[in-house]
């Protein structure tokens, strides 16, 4: 089983659609946990941290579920500029202070006009 | 603040030779940076770990032979591909993390590599 895995998409929806992306991991020992957003051939960029108590930021919410082991993302009013991959990221520590980020392959979000 | 940069942005090689990827971090210095590749549609591997003054570590399947890290100073991480293959050719990332932060890690721009 992968280590973080994400449906790869692609997902196609119209401008102002609400779009959830999921992804679940398989090591227990994780720690924290991301969604970062991928333009094509640029480097991923932070789009949030994922608690488990849920946190909004704008139109976009993330959640956690360690039970399931399990992390959601959801893009509400979704617009043009949306459009990217978004990689799931969960980090664990491998040593006293020092942590690991294993990324998904990704999601991709199409936003059409 | 935390911005990563990394040279050359691009680079065209014929098999063969070697090509060096550096990696600096311009406001913070980086007690540890990671080495990523990334070829088409595919996720981001960690390569390597990389800390100051100390041997990188390889993950599972990297040649250390082949990818020379090195970490001489807290803002400069380099990478050399040697002896490079057209199935080299990929994207290469690096990021680096602050020492107060070790949970966190900022992103370079990456290193488009084409081998020839």
């Not at chain 2, 990478?79 to 993390?97: G, M, R």
Request: proline fraction near 5%; charged fraction near 20%.
């Amino acid at each position: 089983r992968k280590e973080v895995e994400q449906d790869p998409g692609p997902f196609n929806v119209p401008e102002g659609a609400t779009v959830a992306f999921n992804c679940t991991y398989s090591n227990s020992a994780s720690q924290s946990f991301f969604w970062y957003r991928q333009d094509c051939r640029k480097e991923p960029k932070l789009l949030m941290s994922v608690y488990s108590s849920g946190n909004e930021d704008g139109r976009f919410t993330a959640q956690l579920n360690r039970a399931s082991q399990y992390i959601s993302l959801l893009i509400r009013d979704s617009k043009l500029s949306d459009s990217a991959t978004y990689l799931c990221v969960v980090n664990k520590e491998y040593g006293a202070g020092s942590y690991q980020l294993t990324f998904g392959k990704g999601t991709k979000l199409s936003v059409i006009p | 603040g935390a911005v990563v940069s990394q040279h050359p942005s691009w680079v065209i090689c014929k098999s063969g030779t070697s090509v060096k990827i550096e990696c600096r971090s311009l406001d913070f210095q980086a007690t540890t940076m990671f080495w990523y590749r990334q070829f088409p549609k595919q996720s981001l591997m960690l390569m390597a770990t990389s800390n100051e003054g100390s041997k990188a570590t390889y993950e599972q399947g990297v040649e250390k032979d082949k990818f020379l890290i090195n970490h001489a100073s807290l803002t400069l991480s380099t990478l050399t591909v040697t002896s490079a293959h057209p199935e080299d050719s990929s994207f290469y990332i690096c990021s680096a993390t602050p020492p107060d932060r070790g949970h966190e890690q900022y992103f370079g721009p990456g290193t488009r590599l084409t081998v020839t």
